[in-house]
């Protein structure tokens, strides 16, 4: 029987609602896609968005990107309240991580490897610093496995005595509403997931278009 990894995750902050709020490390892809995690999150915990991508290619994406993170806060109602925490820039990471998988179709094993290392150092961010929970915001796309992130957190929730928040935030139109908080906010979307080999995907697709 599939789970519905967004009741869960319903039921989880209907708990949290009798106690003092807790805090909370969000691993965060990118702007667009917190814009809309984030309008959900706020009002239950007290959130530090964590960066941690390395598999984002090339640097100067990776820095695109990141820049968009004080333009979302600027404009949200909420920016006051979240802190950003940036890790550093460490592809080699992910390519150690994915090493004999290049040649894995986009959302194949690779990805599945790519998830486990960006929630694995978000865990392991979160225990060192004493948070209560983490979660990713990566369940709000609909090319993600959100059963696949849910089963990874929660492994790795165990694993480092840190609560993972299960989540399926492209639900309730989720994902539509980070496209509208995208372009209410002016933010720059990406055209491809981050790594070099969906780079090269995305450009192979385009030029049997072209």
Do not use: W
């Not at 490390?25 to 984030?38: G, I, N, T």
């Not at 179709?105 to 983490?134: N, S, W």
């Not at 369940?139 to 993600?144: A, L, R």
């Amino acid at each position: 029987m599939k789970i519905n990894y967004q009741k869960k995750m319903d039921e989880e902050i209907a708990v949290l609602q009798k106690e003092p709020r807790s805090r909370l490390l969000l691993q965060c892809c990118c702007a667009p896609c917190s814009s809309a995690v984030l309008a959900v999150l706020v009002p239950h915990f007290d959130v530090t968005v964590y960066f941690y991508n390395p598999n984002i290619h090339p640097q100067s994406e990776y820095e695109k990107r990141l820049a968009q993170l004080p333009k979302l806060l600027a404009g949200a109602e909420y920016g006051e309240r979240i802190q950003v925490l940036e890790a550093p820039y460490m592809p080699d990471d992910f390519f150690a991580a994915t090493k004999g998988l290049e040649q894995e179709p986009e959302g194949g094993v690779r990805c599945t490897e790519c998830f486990r290392l960006r929630l694995r150092g978000t865990a392991q961010q979160a225990k060192a610093l004493g948070f209560d929970y983490f979660t990713t915001t990566l369940t709000v796309s609909p090319h993600k496995n959100a059963t696949l992130l849910n089963e990874i957190g929660l492994k790795l929730g165990a694993e480092y005595g840190v609560k993972f928040l299960p989540s399926d935030f492209k639900k309730k139109e989720g994902y539509k509403e980070s496209i509208r908080l995208s372009k209410a906010y002016g933010l720059y979307r990406q055209n491809y997931c981050g790594c070099v080999f969906s780079l090269r995907e995305r450009e192979e697709q385009s030029k049997k278009f072209d």
